[in-house]
């Protein structure tokens, strides 16, 4: 099974009050954590998509082994950014059997459940497969190949979860071990 990998890192962090993903958590900025997480699991490719102006950023992705894509209107929403990363994965390496897409605000989240998702998602490969607690949905997902021209055609703020709602009937849940892995950082309070 070929699973590629996209961590999605060009949001403005707005809400935090800006430069959220260098934003340090137990000593470490966020960004960091996520990349360490996903580049020791068995990825075909890895693609970090981030804002033209994220230098360090850039950087840590290069050396934790991802290749990196400038969404150059960030302001217009994840769903750019979702598609823009779709495309260069798929240029990439074209027969990924699935893509993993996840956030880079997620600081808790395992590596056992990423696992767990990613052996979910080999028993199932023609569902979408994403983490969960507790019938709440939450990232990563991962697509199959049928859905790539959809990932393709997002635009504005409607990312991967626009394409779930339109196919609930192929959802398939991991629950994750606790309700924690999930939570997203959208503010220095978390």
Do not use: W
């Not at 990998?5 to 000593?27: M, S, W």
């Not at 979702?82 to 990924?96: K, N, Y």
């Not at 956030?103 to 998602?121: G, I, N």
Request: aromatic content about 6%.
């Amino acid at each position: 099974m070929k699973i590629g990998c996209v961590l999605l890192a060009a949001g403005a962090g707005k809400r935090f009050g800006g430069g959220k993903l260098l934003y340090a958590i137990d000593g470490e900025p966020m960004i960091a954590r996520a990349l360490r997480l996903y580049k020791d699991l068995q990825f075909e490719v890895r693609v970090c998509v981030t804002r033209a102006e994220a230098a360090k950023i850039q950087i840590l992705a290069h050396e934790n082994g991802f290749s990196v894509v400038i969404n150059p209107e960030p302001e217009r929403g994840v769903g750019t950014s979702v598609a823009i990363a779709t495309e260069a994965i798929l240029a990439r390496e074209p027969a990924l059997d699935g893509i993993l897409y996840a956030v880079a605000d997620q600081p808790f989240l395992t590596q056992k459940s990423v696992r767990k998702l990613m052996d979910t998602f080999d028993e199932h490969p023609n569902d979408i497969v994403s983490l969960g607690f507790e019938k709440r949905r939450g990232n990563p997902a991962i697509f199959p190949a049928e859905f790539y021209p959809e990932l393709c055609a997002l635009k504005e703020d409607t990312g991967g979860g626009a394409v779930i709602k339109r196919h609930t009937d192929r959802l398939r849940f991991t629950e994750v071990l606790s309700a924690r892995e999930l939570d997203d950082i959208d503010s220095k309070e978390n």
